[in-house]
């Protein structure tokens, strides 16, 4: 997409957010958008679904009420956005920073959160793995490529973990469940 269609699609939109006739929301939905520079926009309410937001700047950016589905946020700057009520279902957030970011009432369902730098409430992450990262929700927990609801986490037996990733897997679960478990009902993440 080239800057001055997307200048004109957000000048657009923030005339429909304030209300002002002639203004339409933002229908970004499976744009490129990759590397764009969108720190500090306001994008409440816009379609960014499918979209390739990888490696873009989103910083500070207003994106409440977003719907972010599916979208690629790979590797996006997200730090201190304000992410509340946004749709980031099925959305890839893998090596995203979201460090101060605000994912107050967030649907985080589905998420791919290898490697996030977690905000801390809403999503936190545990870097003393030297093997497999370990990120969580108050809903699901990502180990590696594996994303999965928490509660299954626990009752995955030997076999199911054997199949994640052989013997490395089942011996990295065997010595560190017990401590992830407690971390994380010492810890939860908040909805």
């Known amino acids: 997409m080239k800057n001055e269609e997307l200048k004109a699609i957000l000048e657009s939109h923030k005339k429909w957010i304030n209300g ?54 790979r590797g996006a700057n997200l730090r201190g956005a304000y992410l509340s009520g946004a749709n980031l279902g099925s959305a890839n957030l893998r090596d995203a920073d979201l460090m101060g970011a605000n994912l107050s009432g967030a649907n985080l369902i589905d998420a791919s959160l290898s490697g996030v730098a977690g905000n801390r409430e809403q999503i936190k992450s545990i870097f003393v793995f030297e093997r497999y990262p370990v990120t969580y929700t108050h809903v699901s927990m990502q180990i590696g490529c594996e994303l999965h609801n928490i509660d299954d986490w626990w009752g995955f037996d030997d076999d199911r973990i054997l199949e994640m990733n052989g013997d490395k897997a089942l011996s990295f679960w065997k010595e560190w469940k017990e401590t992830i478990k407690m971390i994380i009902e010492k810890s939860p993440a908040g909805k």
């Open 20 to 73: 002002v006739d002639g203004g339409e929301r933002a229908d970004l939905s499976h744009e490129n958008l990759r590397d764009a520079n969108l720190r500090g926009t306001y994008l409440m309410g816009a379609n960014l679904s499918g979209a390739n937001l990888r490696d873009a700047d989103l910083g500070r950016a207003n994106l409440s009420s977003a719907d972010l589905m599916g979208a690629n946020l």
